[in-house]
DNA sequence: TATGAAAACGATAATGATTATCGTTTAGTA
DNA sequence: TACTAAACGATAATCATTATCGTTTTCATA
């Protein structure tokens, strides 16, 4: 299966920069690569590798999220939320992830899909920038919530502030 | 001059919510608007509101922030360095305010350009999404930093990530 | 396989940004 | 001018993250 694999990879990448393989960052990436759809903070990565490992510490929790963050394995995203979350890398060269952030329910989805390639091409001639990676978020109202306000017909009181 | 009617156009947002009008809003928009071109922290905004108005709390500029970020006069936005920072939006209905962040150097710049407005009209169609704002950001090596490190000759011991 | 140094660990204290509390003051209306 | 809700300043509390430190473990080498 792909996630031995991947878990090998990560394992190579630890040894070529002379970082040491335990079993906390084992039980961690194991966490990871089995969540990889959910954006866990440190918080939720930390009890989810206790069932693995339960002698591990927060702090370990940390230190090994922020070096595969380094390692460029796992993307430290923030949604504004006040806690960061992690989200491993998927394989593959091209890293198209973006976000759509409802601003009535809170909920996150995903895109998986390059959208930017034009404008990548852009940016870089027009302002000699290197682009290594992005965030694209957009903050709007899901189609759920859309629904659900429709059904309530009418908004009242708020004037948005388009009006001028 | 433009400084003032975009005051007056903020302070009826403020009345027209019912909310107060005090000396620290004040200062405190007059602050945002004479440095529109940082993003500031709140404790920036702090240390040049006391300029005008010494008797300022810290926490009445996370108030004034937050409200104002509430009424969509500023955009709380976060670099990752472990602060929010507040840009006051432009006049002008689309908001496109985009950044680069030089990984080696740390520099932030901005682009004032609408890059993406194809791609918001796939997204709404293809999700459903109602866009109300994006946030946009590049992570790469600025014109800067690749002109020096072209002067170093070479990058030798770390070997890259993208090799395999 | 034993050993030793550097790296990593767990526990927890420290930090630092942000938020909540609370008694006092003020803006805006009648 | 008087009243009431809103806003204020000071500061304590919160909470995510980082630093510290003494102990344990990995892994290259003997």
Known sequence: MAVKERMD??????HSQSYKLTPQREATVEVLLENEEDHLSAEDVYLLVKDKAPEIGL???????????????VDKINF??????YDLRKEGANHSHHHLVCIQCGDVSEIEEDLLGEVEVKVEREWQFKIKDHRLTFHGVCSKCQRDKDSTNEEVGRQTVDQL
């Open 80 to 85: 504004g939320d006040g806690v960061s979350r």
């Open 59 to 73: 702090a370990t929790v940390y230190r090994t999220l922020e070096l595969l963050n380094e390692l460029e394995i």
């Open 9 to 14: 990879y990560i394992k190579k990448q630890l």
